[in-house]
């Protein structure tokens, strides 16, 4: 079945450290989106991609970096320069073109700083 | 700017109540206008969506029209399952601006046997 995946479902931080979370898609679409969520605030754009190996910064963009070599794969990497990373992160994907079209979205990695 | 507003929550109903999350929007240009749901634990799920004035989205009980005039999309359900129990985010997308989302904050909604 074509889907997103994420992971790990759960993700230990130690302070200083990068971290990456993963998520592959096989619905052959063209962009990707990543997504923070935290209680009470809804979803924030971090980084968006709409073709591969070229990304947008989203409204969040600070301490995160993205990378799209591939159409299928865009990992997120959470550094040591995001001062509150602990939240829900959620991956989307939609074809390139139609704004008509909805996300199909991932299960999401829940980070944790400890 | 464009902006997504819902209805605060929590919403705790009995089964079978009848349900309305309010939503309202603010945009340049004609969005599309998108309603989905997330159980505990999960990504999102597409629930319904809109793509122009008067149109309505339904899907498993759910309906929501897409007013122009009221710039206004409110989800509805005549009645209520426990399975229902969820978190309900409101979303328009509009062209020429990377076709990303604009999302709402998101409304609790508990059903009670």
């Known amino acids: 079945d074509g889907g997103i995946t994420q992971s790990p479902k759960y993700l230990f931080r130690k302070e200083g450290q990068n971290v990456t979370l993963s998520c592959e898609q096989n619905?052959?679409?063209?962009?990707m989106y990543w997504y923070r969520q935290d209680p009470g605030q809804g979803l924030r754009l971090i980084y968006y991609?709409?073709?591969?190996?070229?990304?947008q910064k989203g409204d969040i963009a600070e301490g995160y970096s993205v990378s799209r070599e591939k159409k299928e794969s865009f990992p997120l990497t959470v550094t040591s320069a995001q001062k509150n990373p602990t939240a829900f992160y959620l991956c989307a994907s939609s074809p390139e073109t139609g704004y008509n079209y909805g996300y199909t979205f991932g299960s999401g990695t829940r980070l944790t700083v400890v | 700017g464009n902006s997504v507003t819902q209805m605060e929550g929590p919403v705790t109903l009995s089964e079978e109540a009848f349900l309305t999350i309010n939503c309202t929007y603010t945009a340049t240009g004609y969005p599309s206008l998108f309603w989905y749901v997330q159980y505990p634990g999960e990504g999102l799920q597409l629930l319904l969506k809109?793509?122009?004035?008067?149109d309505k989205g339904s899907n498993k009980g759910f309906e929501a029209t897409y007013r122009k005039e009221t710039t206004s999309f409110h989800l509805e359900k005549g009645s209520v399952q426990v399975s229902d129990s969820a978190v309900y985010f409101c979303?328009?997308?509009?062209?020429?601006?990377?076709?990303?989302?604009?999302f709402g904050t998101g409304t609790s909604l508990t059903v009670i046997p």
């Open positions: 991609s709409q073709i591969v190996n070229d990304f």
């Open positions: 979303a328009l997308r509009i062209p020429n601006t990377g076709n990303q989302f604009y």
């Open positions: 809109a793509t122009k004035a008067d």
């Open positions: 619905l052959n679409h063209d962009a």
